[in-house]
C-alpha cells in the first residue's frame, strides 16, 4: 500500500537512517540509499516497477531470517526485487510504526558496517 506522503516519510527515513554512526545518503539505481562505510544497509522505494508499495528495504542475516519475517507478519515485510537473493527485506512504510523502523535500520546498519564501528557502540 502506498504512503500517503511519501516525502513526509522519506524525510522520517532519513532522519533515522543518517543518525547511525558514519552514515551517508545516496542516489542507487534512483532511488535513495544509505549506507555505512560504503556499504548499503537501506534502500526507500515508492511505487517500485508499479508494486504500489511504499517500503524501506533493509539487510538481514539471511534466508532464516527472511523467511521468519515475512511468515511472522506478510502485511509488515515482503520480497523486495532485485535484493531478496542477496538477503534482504522490504518493510512496510504505509503505516509504519517509527520505533520498529528504527529497530530494523539498525539492525541492517550492524549488518553492513564494519567490526571496528560496531565494536566502537
Do not use: N
Not at 549506507?35 to 542475516?61: I, L
Not at 509504519?96 to 564494519?114: F, K, Q, Y
Request: glycine share 8%; hydrophobic share 45%.
Amino acid at each position: 500500500m502506498l504512503s500517503p506522503d511519501p516525502a513526509g516519510v522519506l524525510a522520517r527515513l532519513r532522519g533515522l537512517a543518517l543518525a547511525l554512526a558514519e552514515t551517508d545518503e545516496v542516489v542507487s539505481h534512483g532511488i535513495p540509499a544509505f549506507r555505512v562505510a560504503g556499504k548499503m544497509f537501506a534502500y526507500f522505494r515508492h511505487d517500485h516497477h508499479g508494486d504500489g508499495m511504499t517500503v524501506v528495504c533493509v539487510k538481514t542475516s539471511g534466508r532464516d531470517e527472511q523467511e521468519m519475517l515475512i511468515e511472522a507478519d506478510p502485511d509488515l515485510f515482503s520480497k523486495p526485487a532485485y535484493l531478496w537473493p542477496s538477503g534482504w527485506v522490504g518493510m512496510s512504510l504505509a503505516d509504519p510504526d517509527w520505533e520498529h523502523v528504527a529497530g530494523r535500520l539498525a539492525a541492517s546498519w550492524r549488518l553492513a558496517a564494519p567490526k571496528r564501528l560496531v565494536r566502537d557502540l
